[in-house]
Structures are given as C-alpha cells and as structure tokens.
C-alpha cells in the first residue's frame, strides 16, 4: 500500500476508535487484543471460536437455531459456569418449559439459580432490566424471544391481527438494556426460534422473530444447529452432534465454528470436548481408532480416551494448556456469509 494511503487509513482508524471505542474496525486476521470480562461456555473449542475465551459480560448475546438443537442447553452450560465462578444466575422461562431435573444434570445449582415466569413480554424485558441494575447478576437467560408475547396481543381475541407489536417492544428494551447490562457488567443471553420468509426464491429464507432490534444490539450472535447422525453406542442415539457457528462478534474476528457434542441427560463432557479440540490441534494424536498422547497411548476410542484423561488430572491439564497453546490451529473457519447488524 502505497505510505501516503497508510497513514491516512491509520488516521482514520484511530479516529473511529476514539469515536466509538476500541473494536469498532478491526482487521479479520487479528487476534483481539480486548481484555473483556467473559463466562466461559463450558466447551474449550466454542470458547476458542469465540475468540475471547467465552461469552462476554456487559453485552447482549443471541443464541438462536432450530427446535432440538441445544440452545437451551448450551445456555444452562454458560449459567453452571457462571454459578462455578461465585456468579448469580437468573432464568426468565418466557416458555415455561424449563426443566429444573435436567438443568440440575448439567451441572446448573437449580436452589440458586433465579427463575421467572412472566405473564408478559413486557414484564419479562422489565425483569430483566431490573435484574441488571441490581448489579448483583452475573448472567441472564431470556428462552425465548419468540415467546415474548405483548400484553396487547395477550388481552385481544384470537385472530386478532398485531403487525410488529414485538419487534417494537425488543426495539424499545434492547435501547434501554444495552447501557444497563455495561454498567452492571451483566451477560443477557436472549434464545431465540428460526422462522422461514414466505416467498424467498433465493439465499437463506430463515429469520429470527422479534424483528431486527436484537440482531443489531446483540455483540455475538451464535447459530446452534444439529450437524450430521446422532452420536450412537451401538444401535443405540445416546447424544447429537451440534455445530456452532459465530455469525456476529464485536469482540473477535467472527465466522468460526465449533462442533460440540451434547449427550442425552448429561449436556456437554468437557473431556470429550478437550479430546476433539486437542486432535483438532494436532496435540492428541490419532491413528485409526486409537488416541495418544507423546508415548502414552490413551485408549483405543474416543470414550476410552477420555475415561483414560478422566483418571490422570494433571495430564488433562498439561493436553489443555498445550491446546491453548496452539489456539489459532483449533479455530475452524466458516464457510457462509455475513449477516446484518
């Protein structure tokens, strides 16, 4: 680039982050330089994806995808996380659908964890705002937009017609959330449905209810999805294999994927996940069906592996740190385009 050109883009650049903070413009390739408070996902390889090692505090987060394809989930996995850091949880269940047996499986303390039922979207988003000023709540989990119905819509007559009452009602929250969740250094976690466009002859015709306040307030964005067949012992489906993808991210280069595996009545298994990441990373060796590890052979399997880690601590640890090590190896690039907001 001609030297004239580059100092007047430098310029440029430091002016935009001086306007609106560091961040704002970054070039793709960068690893982030951000030192921001996170909550860790419970997968080394989606925290790695993430760039920053988790979801981020203060902001707001967008979790949305297919039915079954463990967006709950992976919520409650970011809320155990948050209450093994000393952190307080708070669970808005705009659905009443939330299994306390479940969530207590994935590691979730279900006698600390803050559960609300609202009636309405209204109280739900006034809920949640209430709960960030506080200031005493770490992360909140909002499942999901799509269930956040208007009163208006609650006290009219079925069939009654009520064109954008819940995209305005986000819009108008999401203004006044976003500067409450920085100041309490609060994560909120909105899950949220997929809808297909009616008529959409080409690209995607998959959009999110709610309208577009959420996607633009939102500082990542993450896409869960099942990928591929059900994880099976034999004949039998014992778990499913989920791809994450980064389609927003404020903090860190986005457009990174992870797969994890999420297995029935136990959620993620954090050493499953370290053995994918750390053959990803070319840390855990892998010949046919046998894993190892310098001469240390592992087991011949991936669960033979894992139980073989789960006994030796400290060499969990040492696979670990060299994972990180070699974080820039694990990162899988995605594949699909950009998104608005």
Not at 140 to 160: F, H, N, Q, R, T
Not at 184 to 207: C, D, H, L, W
Not at 270 to 288: F, Q, R, S, T
Request: aromatic letters at 4%.
């Amino acid at each position: 680039m001609d030297e004239n050109k580059r100092k007047a883009l430098e310029n440029t650049l430091k002016t935009i982050e001086k306007e609106f903070g560091k961040g704002a413009v970054m070039r793709l390739g960068e690893m982030p330089k951000l030192q921001v408070d996170v909550i860790p996902t419970g997968s080394l390889g989606l925290d790695l994806a993430l760039g920053i090692g988790g979801v981020p505090r203060g902001r707001v987060i967008e979790i949305y995808g297919p039915e079954s394809g463990g967006k709950t989930t992976l919520a409650l996995t970011i809320i155990a996380q948050a209450q093994k850091q000393g952190g307080v949880a708070a669970f808005v269940d705009a659905e009443h659908a939330l299994d306390p047996l479940y969530a207590g499986k994935l590691g979730v303390k279900v006698e600390d964890l803050l559960v609300s039922q609202p009636d309405t979207g209204e109280q739900a988003l006034e809920i949640v705002e209430l709960l960030a000023r506080s200031g005493a709540v770490d992360v909140i989990v909002v499942d999901s937009v799509a269930a956040l119905v208007p009163k208006a819509e609650i006290e009219g007559e079925m069939g009654d017609q009520h064109v954008g009452l819940q995209a305005r009602l986000m819009s108008q929250a999401l203004r006044k959330l976003t500067a409450v969740l920085s100041k309490s250094n609060t994560a909120a976690i909105f899950i949220n449905q997929v809808r297909e466009k009616v008529g959409v002859m080409y690209g995607n015709p998959e959009t999110t209810p709610g309208g577009r306040a959420l996607k633009f307030y939102a500082s990542v964005r993450l896409d869960v999805r099942k990928s591929g067949q059900p994880i099976r012992v034999g004949p039998e489906a014992v778990g499913i294999k989920v791809k994450v993808k980064v389609v927003k991210n404020k903090l860190a280069p986005p457009f990174r994927e992870a797969e994890l595996e999420i297995y029935f009545g136990k959620g993620l298994d954090p050493v499953m996940d370290l053995v994918n990441v750390a053959v990803a990373a070319n840390v855990i060796e892998k010949a046919g069906s046998w894993f190892s590890y310098g001469e240390a052979r592992l087991g011949q399997g991936k669960e033979k592996a894992a139980e073989y880690l789960k006994e030796r601590p400290e060499l969990l640890e040492e696979i670990r740190a060299k994972v990180l090590e070699r974080a820039h190896e694990v990162v899988l690039s995605g594949a699909g385009e950009g998104e608005e907001g």
